[in-house]
């Protein structure tokens, strides 16, 4: 370091800070151009007929409304489903799993699991729900294969939020006499709440910009009517803006670009009532 | 003696006393029976947590069972080694479609390293705590925008843009894909690394700083070599969500598999072969429906090899400190 | 010498065992392949404040949370030996932990509400033990604080979050929360070491009037308080109980050679 000239190398340091600044801008600036370009196509389709509308086979008729009730369905059966699941899963993981081989194995596999791609989810499904349980190209099969997919985010969100509950409070807990289960549902699950609400808000809105595996399972691309019940045929915002961006006339990538606002929207949404709660609920110790 | 000193004490306060111990011992019968209870949970709790198991066995099961079906109808060895991929005419020579998924990671790869390893030397050396703060959630945008909105991008806004400068290049093409995915995962490997180069003890950037070196050579010389294998683990985990990304490369690279390594064609890659043969009308139990799950079983195999690769190098890590 | 100590350990041996809310006998306790208790023979008299000192690390707050089996948190823990309380030896098989923390509440070193409002945390033990009327639960949580000496303080904000407290009140909530469940003995765990001066006499103040109706037992490192408000004194040294006497008698003419190196400062 020392033989060479500190000029150069004072200079050397200079160049190079602002090529990794410029690194980040870029980055950045993708974003930017991205919202910039979806927004400056979309924004003059987009009004309250585009959002009330089902598909239409002219772009200025079409609309997203049934991709929207279709999507918030299938979140609905996700929430049931994996939140159920994902916070049983972490408590034990967190309060009563002991440091055996089993529950090591658990966490590894969850781990591994978080790193499998979306589509092979949907081959999954395809197999067990839509074939073997012979549920068909329906809602619940398409909310079932969601949930599994976001399984492994809800758990690791929600042990995270188990944990973040100190030690002193469970003993204050245990030394009240308290059984483990009376310390879990009343002192541990409520001071994790925030958290696992967080995590769980975060998990959905990872599930409802996800396209591929819902395409494998059959999600309808254009469909006429609302979903009634589980067993219904159904889309979602994804699929239709698929479809749409897909088709080769250039007014279709407006009615995408008016759906991906639509979407982005409502991703804006959940992430500012996830903040939210955070900031607002998180007991801080 | 302490009943009758807790009574009088209560007397001068409240007009009816209660007396909490024996409350508590009438109540103890009934806490027993619920208690007996309480000792199933744990294992209601387990079967909950087998879930995530049986997913995987699931998995491997669908996986296993389909391409067995497959590979009676297509031999093995037609499958790894054939070159030509058209299986609605019956050629199911797989490499064109794994050409392709490698095409985009390498272009992915390219673009993303690079973009996000300086990135994350900026805001790990240089940025202060304040822009740090700031642009490490805005790079988390990046990571939480929904595939199919990239794909959008790069087919309506890249690809003319790439279009204006190479002439010749086709409207789905291996170049636009690949960059959108490099850009999708460039807030991967920056938060991973700078994760990774913040665990670098101060002590060690102290001592370079000590004898007199800029913060460039600190960063090059000292941290990013202490960081190393943090680095190359989020760069693999980064290469196996490239490999295992659909919606950018179905929407903007095509449709076309051809066994090349030319970024201006038009290429198809696996998870596109699974898009494309599940919207069409595969029946249950034909060989397409079967061909899908020799593909995917492919896939998961290159990304699990991926993700155990870059669990291992981080866990090597780890032991380091 | 060694006569001596033996004496001085339990020298409470002639009154009858009645008087005693705990007799420890021969109670040993290893973390692990580390132990951390030898050999600890004590007997704790009822309606009285005992106090445990040492230095850091010799095992006071091991041996108080052995009183309560607290010290069954550590997955690791064994002990052997017996600890009688009642007629029963509560490291029996079939002894309920649940039912002994219930008569055995414990107050620990750092304040440690649950992020709950101050009425959910007095009323706490009674509900989880069974109590749901309103009245008998407000009748309770009153008397409680009142009896922590805070019902002042805070009867106007008993809906409020009890992190909102000051760490003094907080600690008296704590006190509170231990009471109303009316137990026979009160755990200290260092109970003012996280407070101010003001705070801290305060619980002093507070502690001399708990032992009308509870036995106390006290962790402290400060020899002061010690001999300000205990009745008696245990003197625990690398797991062992070197010297146990009252209090006045210990810090005046301790028979042990290291008990009176510790208390005159000359280690630890
Ligand atoms: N959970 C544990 N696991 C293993 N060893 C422990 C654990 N808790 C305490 N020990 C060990 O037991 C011994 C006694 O610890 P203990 O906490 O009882 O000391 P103490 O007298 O309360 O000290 P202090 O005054 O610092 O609170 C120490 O050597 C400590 O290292
Ligand atoms: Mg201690």
């Known amino acids: 370091m020392e033989t060479k000239n500190l000029k150069s190398r004072v200079l050397k340091n200079r160049v190079m800070k602002s090529l990794f600044f410029s690194a980040t801008v870029i980055a950045l600036l993708f974003l930017v151009m991205l919202f910039y370009r979806v927004f400056s196509q979309g924004w003059g389709y987009l009004n309250l007929n585009f959002i009330t509308s089902f598909p239409a086979p002219y772009p200025e008729e079409a609309g997203i409304w049934p991709g929207i009730v279709g999507s918030l369905m299938l979140m609905g059966i996700v929430a049931v489903v994996a939140v159920f699941i994902g916070i049983s899963t972490a408590i034990y993981l967190e309060e009563y799993s002991p440091q055996n081989k089993l529950s090591e194995f658990i966490r590894v596999n969850i781990q591994n699991l978080a790193g499998v791609p979306s589509i092979v989810f949907g081959l999954l499904g395809l197999t067990f729900f839509v074939y073997l349980f012979g549920i068909g190209y329906r809602l619940l099969a398409g909310g079932l294969t969601m949930a599994l997919l976001i399984l492994p985010i809800v758990v690791v969100s929600s042990q995270e939020a188990l944990r973040s509950v100190p030690a002193e409070v469970k003993e204050a807990s245990y030394g009240m006499g308290a059984s483990k289960w009376q310390t879990i549902v009343r002192v541990i699950l409520p001071a994790a709440v925030p958290g696992i609400l967080t995590g769980i808000i975060l998990s959905l809105s990872r599930g409802i910009g996800e396209t591929a595996p819902l395409i494998i399972v059959g999600a309808a691309t254009a469909i006429y009517t609302l979903p009634e019940s589980l067993l219904s045929k159904y889309t979602v915002m994804p699929i239709q803006i698929y479809k749409w961006t897909a088709r080769p006339q250039e007014e279709w990538q407006f009615v995408a670009a008016a759906g991906i606002i639509v979407l982005l929207v409502i991703l804006l949404l959940m992430n500012a009532i996830a903040v939210w709660i955070r900031n607002k609920y998180q007991t801080r110790y | 003696m302490k009943g009758v000193y807790v009574m009088s004490r209560i007397s001068a306060t409240s007009s009816q006393t209660v007396n909490v111990r024996s409350l508590l011992d009438e109540k103890r019968s009934k806490k027993l029976k619920v208690r007996k209870l309480e000792n199933i949970i744990p294992y209601l709790l387990l079967l909950c947590a087998l879930v995530s198991i049986l997913t995987t066995a699931g998995i491997l099961f669908t996986l296993l069972r389909e391409t067995v079906g497959f590979f009676s109808e297509v031999s093995i060895i037609e499958f790894y080694t054939g070159t030509n991929w058209s299986p609605w005419s019956g050629d199911f020579g797989v490499l064109p479609l794994i050409s392709g998924t490698l095409l985009i990671t390498v272009i992915a790869t390219v673009v993303a390293v690079p973009l996000g390893l300086m990135s994350a030397i900026f805001l790990s050396e240089y940025a202060s705590e304040s822009v740090r703060k700031t642009i490490k959630p805005i790079l988390e945008i990046l990571a939480g925008i929904p595939t199919v909105v990239y794909g959008f991008f790069a087919l309506t806004f890249v690809t003319p843009i790439l279009q204006s400068i190479i002439p010749e290049l086709s409207i789905f093409n291996a170049l636009s894909g690949g960059v959108v995915v490099g850009i999708m995962i460039v807030p991967m490997v920056a938060s991973l690394s700078e994760d990774a180069m913040n665990a670098v003890p101060n002590s060690l950037r102290e001592g370079a700083y000590a004898l007199g070196g800029t913060r460039l050579e600190v960063a090059i010389k000292v941290v990013v070599p202490a960081a190393l294998s943090g680095i190359i683990a989020a760069v693999v985990l980064a290469i196996s969500r490239a490999i295992g990304e659909t919606m950018i490369v179905t929407i903007a690279a095509g449709a076309t598999p051809s066994l090349t390594m030319n970024p201006t064609d038009s290429v198809q890659t696996m998870t596109a072969f699974i898009v494309q043969a599940a919207t069409g009308d595969t029946t249950f139990g034909s060989i397409i429906y079967y061909s899908l799950y020799a593909v995917g079983i492919t896939l998961f195999v290159l990304t699990m090899i991926m993700n155990l690769l870059s669990q291992y190098i981080s866990r090597k890590f780890r032991e380091e400190y | ?268």
């Not at chain 3, 009896?147 to 006190?175: H, T």
Request: proline share 4%; hydrophobic share 35%.
């Open chain 3, 1 to 268: 010498m060694i006569e001596m100590e033996k004496q001085s350990v339990n020298p409470v041996k002639e009154e009858t065992a009645s008087s005693n809310i705990f007799e420890v006998q021969d109670l040993n306790l290893w973390y692990g392949d580390d132990q951390a208790l030898y050999e600890i023979n004590m007997d704790i008299p009822k309606y009285q404040v005992t106090a445990i000192i040492g230095p850091s690390g010799c095992g006071k707050s091991t041996f108080i949370k052995t009183l309560n089996r607290m010290v069954e948190m550590v997955p690791s823990v064994k002990t052997t030996g017996a600890i009688n309380y009642g007629d029963q030896n509560i490291y029996e098989e079939k002894y309920r932990v649940e039912d002994l923390r219930m008569k055995v509440g414990m107050v620990f070193q750092k304040p440690n509400p649950f992020p709950k409002s101050v009425y959910e945390n007095v009323a706490y033990g009674p509900k989880i033990h069974g109590i749901k009327d309103k009245k008998t639960l407000d009748q309770i949580v009153e008397r409680s604080l009142r009896g922590a000496a805070i019902w002042d303080e805070v009867k106007d904000r008993l809906n409020e979050n009890a992190f909102g407290l000051s760490g003094g009140q907080q600690q008296r909530v704590c006190i509170a929360r231990a009471l109303a469940v009316e137990p026979d003995v009160i755990l200290m765990d260092e109970p003012t070491s996280a407070l101010d001066p003001i705070s801290t006499s305060k619980v002093e103040e507070l502690i001399q009037e708990l032992k009308k109706e509870y036995s106390i037992v006290i962790v402290t490192h400060n020899m002061q308080q010690a001999a300000r408000i205990s009745d008696r004194t245990g003197f625990f040294l690398n797991g062992e109980l070197v010297e146990y006497a009252n209090t006045n008698q210990l810090f005046q003419t301790p028979t042990d050679k290291r008990t009176e190196d510790y208390i005159t400062g000359r280690f630890g």
